[in-house]
Each structure stands twice: as C-alpha cells, then as structure tokens.
C-alpha cells in the first residue's frame, strides 16, 4: 500500500508538472497571465503534492489507525457487554433459584423442628401431669370411700375440693407454660437473657435432676443482660444445648459412673460491654475432633437413630440469621462448652 502510494504520488508530481508546462505555455502565448504568477501558482500546486505523503504517513494514516481500532474496540465492547448481560441474567436466574431452594429446605427443617418440639412437649406435658393426676385420683377414691363410711362433712369436702383444684390449676399453668414456650415470637423484642433461662430451668430442671445432673447458672458482677431478639426461640436454643449436654454426660457414665453431672451456665460481657456472652459447659466428654466442625449442619447427629441432626442446626440459624449473634463450640478439659453471643443494650 505505501509503495503503491509513493509511485502514485510522484506519477502525480511528474503528470501534474508536464500539464503546468503545457498550461504555461499557453498562457504566454495569449497573455493570460504573467509567467512570473504561473510559476508561483506552479510551484505551491507540486509543494502540495510532495507535502501530501507526508501528511498521509504522518498525520492522516495515524488518525486513520486510530478511528479504525477505536471502532474495534467499540465493537468488541458492545459484544462483551451483551455476553456480560446475559451472564448477568442468568446469574441471576442461578442466584433466585438457590435461594428459594434454601428457603424451601429450611421450612421443611423449621416444620421438622416444629413436629419434633411437639412431640417433645406431649411429652413433656404428660410427664408433669403424672403427679397431680395421681393426686386427683386419690382424692376421689378417698372421697368415695369417706361417703361409704359416712366420713363426708364440710371440713372434708372444702379440703378435698381446695387440694384438687390446686392440681387442676398446677396442670393449666402447665399447659400454659408449654403452650407460650413453644410458640415462636413474632417481633424482635428487647428480654433479659439471665431471667429468660431462669424460666427455662423452672419448667424443665426436674427432667435433668431425674437423670442426676445439676444446671449452675452464675451471673458476673455489672453484667449487662438486655439483648433484643425472640425470647422463646432463644429459649429454645438454650433448651437443646442443655439436652446434648445432658445426653452427652448420660453416655460417658455407661462406661466411667463417677463423671460429673454438672452444666455450668454463665453470663458475663465481653471488655467493652458490648456482647452478652452465654456460655453453657458440661463435663460429657467433649465432642471428638472430626466431627466438631460438622455438629451444626442439618442432619448431622452423633447420636445414631435417637437424633434427628435438626436441633443445633436451627440452634444456628435462630441465634445467627435471626438475632444477628454468633453461636460456637470447643471442646474443654474433660467435656464441650458452647458460647452465645448477643448484643448487649443498655436498660
């Protein structure tokens, strides 16, 4: 292309300056114009013809160059812009699909937890009510039997009534209990995480003395114990940590009957206040290194066909997505110690 451009533009010199020649000739012969105006004309005409490779090679085929891969590049933008919309859609596409898969499948865990917690507080209910139905039952064959022997008056009568009532109120209060524990808090609310496991334990603390273990709950000085969060759910949380715990030390004592059966629970905040820190420790042996990074993934259980591997999963979830705290685990001189942390507020 330059070689073809150079011999093209001297051909141009040489044409041109043969045709000036023959002009001027002319234009002698008839007077037209002067030779001297002829030769100047002449001359700047062939200047600009030399002038033009220069500018072509110099100036015009740089801007040329330039125009031409600016427009490359513009091309080859739009093409990647395209490319990256589309991936962009489905990323997007991807993105929605996963989540509604994960939402699907921690409704289906969240309903499992909810038949499990059903079942847990039938029988929970039934074991508390096994007392005073007792009791009432031996009121009214006592009764029967001081009718038979002509034993009824007032005194027996306002008695037997006034005890019986007293078991029937015991096993409302109790279904009352269960019910409000079990029904998941619609609203974040600020709650004393100190009083809230004090609940805990006055509902449930009979079930782990039956199995000869004892909960300690210790409090440190100037501890602040407002958190904002879901007081029953937490509750929950607490509830099943204790659980493992308690069948974590049932298991140890199958082979060692002088393991300890303790769960120390202790509340403190972190240097700057910040955090209430509950931490629930038990003496059960701790939990064996290659599994104690997988205990809080669904379906995960140490415990054979007696676990479901939903509860410290949703233990997770509660404390992590809902309340925005952290919930860990590491193993202690002779059992696990699980640590809570919440934000702390101010009263």
Do not use: C
């Amino acid at each position: 292309m330059s070689i073809y451009l150079f011999v093209t533009t001297i051909a141009t010199v040489f044409i041109s300056e043969f045709l000036i020649m023959v002009l001027l000739d002319n234009a002698k012969k008839n007077e037209i114009i002067s030779s001297e105006m002829f030769l100047n004309f002449a001359d700047s005409f062939i200047l600009v013809l030399l002038l033009y490779p220069v500018l072509y090679f110099f100036v015009f085929k740089p801007l040329l160059v330039q125009i031409t891969e600016r427009k490359r590049i513009a091309e080859e933008l739009k093409e990647k812009t395209v490319l990256l919309q589309d991936f962009n859609e489905s990323l997007k596409s991807m993105v929605k699909e996963e989540t509604t898969k994960h939402r699907q499948k921690e409704q289906m865990l969240m309903q499992q937890s909810k038949m499990a917690s059903m079942g847990e507080m039938i029988g929970l209910i039934a074991h508390q009510w096994k007392q005073p139905l007792n009791a009432v039952t031996l009121n009214v064959q006592d009764f029967k039997e001081a009718y038979i022997h002509g034993e009824l008056d007032d005194k027996y009568i306002s008695e037997t009534v006034d005890s019986t009532m007293r078991q029937i109120e015991f096993m409302a209060k109790t279904i009352d209990d269960f019910r409000n524990f079990f029904i998941p808090s619609k609203r974040k609310v600020k709650f004393d995480v100190k009083s809230a496991i004090e609940e805990l334990l006055s509902m449930f603390i009979h079930i782990y003395h039956r199995h000869d273990v004892d909960v300690t709950l210790t409090v440190q000085p100037d501890t602040l114990l407002l958190t904002e969060g879901y007081p029953n759910e937490f509750k929950q949380v607490v509830l099943n940590i204790m659980n493992n715990s308690k069948d974590a030390i049932k298991s140890r004592r199958n082979s060692d009957i002088s393991i300890s059966g303790v769960i120390e629970i202790n509340i403190a905040n972190n240097e700057d206040k910040s955090k209430v820190i509950i931490s629930l420790k038990d003496y059960g042996g701790g939990i064996a290194d290659d599994v104690i990074d997988n205990i809080f993934e669904p379906y995960f259980t140490t415990k054979g066909t007696e676990g479901t591997g939903i509860g410290l999963y949703m233990s997770k979830t509660i404390i992590e997505t809902n309340m925005g705290g952290s919930l860990t685990v590491h193993n202690v001189d002779g059992g696990a110690e699980f640590v809570i942390s919440l934000a702390a507020m101010e009263t």
